[in-house]
């Protein structure tokens, strides 16, 4: 039995697909987030078979061991209870459960741009910032379970006036949106990071002056990671990282940044993450098969 069921949960839609041990993704489905915890573990059940290996979860918030899920999330209703041990008790299977951003740095250890590296780390750019740390190819969690928080990373300090903006405030896509809509005195809801893009690309100077000082921001959060956990690469992920040119830009800023710090002798290795859509499936199903050692 070398395939299992890899399930992805996300506040809107639920993701699937049989994955086997070899990598391959097949009976891809995808449907909306169940309103309950019985109806998730309805699907669960009616998605299994006794060919499994196992099932393996891809989650928002602070996974525990013990399979309770902390912290709180767009799906509330997995928090609190031991999901691992319910899914088990449903289906008799062997479970594995892991937050989605760790999955998403799995998958790209296993078969992805950080395949053969051991310490690397990613960056999820979204709504807000996360990410993950893997050192020695395993997942740090931290004594909290909140490792890869980046996004509450102190960015830009306004200490006159004891102001503070963190990651997500000032490097999220949804922060270039914000940027743009009050440069503009515009509803943020009129934009789109796809639109900013676009406009800047057809000669608008506030576009191209926020999406600039975007990149910056970002380059800021690498620099940052790079002299803190010193990873061998890291990975730019979310929807926005396949922009063309967004890695090169990064990267200027990158090399900027470390001409005008002395001390700087490290140009960090930046890369965007191979898989988006189907990361959290993916590394899901390697953390099961690492885990227990299959």
Known sequence: MDKLLSIDLGGTHLKSAVIYKNGEVTDKQTINTPATLQGLLNFVSDNTSDYFSGISLSVPGAVANTGIIYGNSAVPYIHGPNLKKLVYQKTNLPVEIENDANCAA???????????KKDIVTIVLGTGVGGAILKN????????LHAGEFGCMILNLDFANKKKEIFSKVASTSSLIRQVAKAKNINPEKLSGEKVFNLAENGDEICIKCIQEFYYMISLGVYN???????????????????????????????????DIDEATITPKLDRCL????????????????????
């Open 106 to 116: 799995m998958a790209e250890v296993w078969r992805g741009n950080a395949k053969g």
């Open 137 to 144: 190819g395993i997942v740090h969690h931290g004594a909290n």
């Open 225 to 259: 990671l790079q002299y803190m956990f010193d990873p061998e690469l890291i990975l730019i992920g979310g929807g926005i990282s396949n922009r063309e040119g967004l890695i090169a830009n990064i990267k200027n800023e990158l090399e900027k940044l470390i001409m």
């Open 275 to 294: 898989f988006v859509s189907d990361a959290n499936l993916i590394g899901a199903a390697y953390n099961f098969w690492k885990t227990n050692n299959l």
